[in-house]
């Protein structure tokens, strides 16, 4: 299983940026998908999740500016970042919840980052 993201670089203030992260190779199903971040001297932190069932969590810094959605047919989450500001400058990483099997448990899994970079 591997995760592809990417849509990161680099914007000023107030503008936008969309995050995607495809996820390949055998899957049964998905569970949960959501974005991390990371900035520089901080721990990684929940940014938003997204379950199957569509609920949704958003991190208090993000709520109302970001959107988390999925296409299921793609195994693709996706970032919508709106109204950005340079505390969200970070890597963001792309996380899910999967079973590779029907018989397997459910593992973890990381993409590789993308930057983010929002200058003011």
């Known amino acids: 299983v591997q995760l592809q993201a990417c849509g990161g670089g680099f914007v000023q203030a107030g503008g936008s940026l969309r995050l995607s992260c495809t996820v390949s190779?055998?899957?049964?199903?998905?569970?949960?998908m959501a974005w991390y971040r990371q900035a520089p001297g901080k721990q990684r932190e929940l940014v938003a999740a997204?379950?199957?069932?569509?609920?949704?969590n958003y991190a208090d810094s993000v709520r109302g500016r970001f959107t988390i959605s999925r296409d299921n047919a793609k195994n693709t989450v996706y970032l919508q970042m709106n109204s950005l500001k340079p505390e969200d400058t970070a890597v963001y990483y792309c996380?899910?919840?999967?079973?590779?099997?029907?018989?397997?448990?459910?593992?973890?899994?990381w993409g590789q980052g993308t930057q983010v970079t929002v200058s003011s």
């Open positions: 996380y899910v919840a999967a079973r590779r099997y029907y018989y397997e448990a459910e593992y973890h899994y």
């Open positions: 997204l379950t199957s069932g569509g609920s949704t």
């Open positions: 190779g055998s899957i049964f199903s998905i569970n949960s």
